[in-house]
Every structure is written in structure tokens, then in C-alpha cells.
């Protein structure tokens, strides 16, 4: 049989489990997860986009997090949802490429984002008067794009190699929704290129983001430490310290279910970490970013006064 052929017609996801009353509860659950992450995102786009003083290089990358964690978030929860609800486990082989795809495009773009957002936090800190002319809005928007291109090459280049290989022997994932590391474990071929050109590309790409976020904060800290007001120190600490909360949980979670081995990995632990970088980020980011903002929660103030107004005056 060759290599490179696709004989299953199907996959089936492992299910949370065989018990009709906790498949409805992880519905539930998954359904407010993914409710609150949804509304939250889109809550700070729309915030950010309507209120004209937040139209800075900071909300303009926390904007485009938001995006992408709506997108991320919804690759993957309101299908867990309904095959929960529904008891349905299957996935064509179609679906899950496409689910493959754009997880791996929404997680690159997610963590180069919080890479560049770092970068921005560390010229608005280290270098306020050259902030303008280095952030400026054509560079923020090229940072942005380019983010998004190399994460489509990314994504295409590791989707298209995954589904060069064969499934013929067996079609369950285990896992709840599609990942590359848990097709390598059920397919026929051999699997070793796939596997170190997985952990080649995500160690150079973690690895680099993570050396140039903590240089960043490196030098954020120690420049704030330096300021001599108090209060000002406190505030550059606030910024910073969320977003390190992000990106830690984000890295470490990723990297532990796609850096390892594929016969290393245990199911249910690779699910709960699964969880942990493709639910619970696009979940937290807004009650991080928005809740801790005190520009955000004054700029939502005054938008709700200008739509109670105008629904008055109509």
C-alpha cells in the first residue's frame, strides 16, 4: 500500500465519556467557555475599534488577539459541544485537515502576536520618545501581516505533510478535536520525518518567541525598576504581568503536547493540556486584558452613555 494515500474514510474523536448525564455537562460546560471567550473578544474589538483614543499600536495588536482567539476558539468548542450533546464522534477526513489547518495557522498567529505585543510594551517602556516613529501604524500593520502570511505558509506546510501519510489501520484519535500529534500515533507510515519536522519547526519558532518576549520583559523590568515614582513602577508592572500569565500558560501547554514524542503522550493528560492552550486563552485574554485595563473598562463606560443617549433622543 502506499504511503501516501488516505484510506479511511472517517475519523472518530475520543469522547469525554460513555455516561449521557456528564456528556450533557461537558456540553454545558464547553457551551459557557466558549459563550464567554466568544463575547469577551468580541467585546474588545469592538471596544477598541469604535473608541477613537485607543487607536494605539497597543489595542491595535490586542485587537487582532481578540480576532484570532475568536477564531481559535471556534475551531474547535462548538463542534466538542454538539458531539458531546449529540453523542457523535466522527470527524470526515476533510474536516479534520481543515480543523488541522487552522488550528496550527491560529496558534502561530496567536503566539507571534504576544511576541510583537511584547515588543510593543518594550519600546513603549524602554524607548517612550521614539515610540511613535518605531510603532508607527504602517510598521504595526506590517508586523501584523506578516505574522499572519508565515502562519499560513506554516500551517499549509505541516497540514499538507500530515495528510501525506496513510491511515489504514486505525481511525481513532485520541484527542477531542483534530491535532498533528495524535494522527502521527494512529498512522501506518513512517512517521519520523513528520515527527522532527514538528518538533524542529516548533522548537526554532517557541524557542525564538519565548527568548525575545523574555529579553523583552528583561528589559522592562529593569527599566521600570528604575523609575522613581512608585505609582509608575506599580503601572508598568500591570501591563506586563498579564500578559507573561498569557503567553506562559499558552507556551508551556502547547509545547508539552507537541514537542514530545507521539508514544510518549497519554490521552487524557494531553487532553486536559490541550485545553489549556486552545480554550483557556482565547477564554481568559479578555477578562485579563479588558477586567485589569482601566483605558478599556473607561472607554466601554462612555460608549454605553453614547448609546443610552442616543436611544433617548430616538
Known amino acids: 500500500m502506499s504511503d501516501f494515500t488516505t484510506t479511511v474514510a472517517e475519523f472518530l ?5 460513555d455516561n449521557r448525564e456528564l456528556q450533557i455537562l461537558y456540553f454545558l460546560l464547553f457551551f ?15 471596544i477598541t475599534t469604535i473608541e477613537r483614543r485607543l487607536h ?4 491595535f495588536f490586542l485587537r487582532n488577539l481578540s480576532i ?7 475551531v474547535t468548542v462548538p463542534q466538542a459541544s454538539i458531539n458531546s450533546l449529540l453523542n457523535n464522534r466522527t470527524i470526515s477526513v476533510t474536516g479534520c485537515a481543515a480543523q488541522i489547518f487552522l488550528m496550527v495557522f491560529m496558534a502561530y498567529v496567536e503566539l507571534t502576536l504576544l511576541t510583537v505585543m511584547a515588543h510593543d510594551r518594550y519600546v513603549a517602556i524602554c524607548h517612550p520618545l521614539l515610540y511613535p516613529v518605531i510603532m508607527s501604524s504602517r510598521v504595526c500593520m506590517q508586523m501584523t501581516l506578516t505574522c499572519f502570511f508565515t502562519g499560513l505558509l506554516y500551517a499549509g506546510f505541516h497540514a499538507g505533510y500530515t495528510f501525506q501519510l496513510s491511515f489504514c489501520q486505525s481511525n481513532v484519535i485520541h484527542q477531542f478535536f483534530c491535532d498533528i500529534p495524535s494522527l502521527l500515533k494512529i498512522s501506518c507510515s513512517e512517521t519520523l520525518s513528520n515527527t522532527l519536522s514538528l518538533l524542529g519547526s516548533g522548537l526554532v519558532i517557541g524557542v525564538g518567541c519565548f527568548a525575545f518576549i523574555t529579553a523583552s520583559y528583561i528589559s522592562i523590568f529593569s527599566t521600570v525598576l528604575r523609575f522613581p515614582v512608585k505609582e509608575h513602577q506599580k503601572k508598568g508592572f500591570s501591563t506586563c504581568v498579564p500578559h507573561i500569565v498569557v503567553v506562559s500558560l499558552f507556551l508551556i501547554s502547547s509545547s508539552y503536547v507537541h514537542l514530545q514524542p507521539p508514544s510518549d503522550s497519554g490521552a487524557i493528560k494531553d487532553i486536559i493540556l490541550s485545553i489549556c492552550y486552545s480554550i483557556i486563552p482565547p477564554f481568559l485574554n479578555p477578562i485579563i486584558y479588558s477586567l485589569r485595563n482601566k483605558q478599556i473598562k473607561e472607554a466601554a463606560s462612555i460608549t454605553m452613555k453614547r448609546m443610552l443617549l442616543l436611544r433617548n433622543k430616538a
Do not use: H, K, Q, R
Open 56 to 59: 494605539t499600536p497597543m489595542y
Open 32 to 46: 459557557l467557555f466558549y459563550s464567554a471567550g466568544l463575547m469577551g473578544n468580541l467585546f474588545i474589538v469592538l
Open 13 to 17: 474523536l475520543m469522547e469525554f465519556s
Open 68 to 74: 484570532v482567539d475568536v477564531c481559535f476558539i471556534s
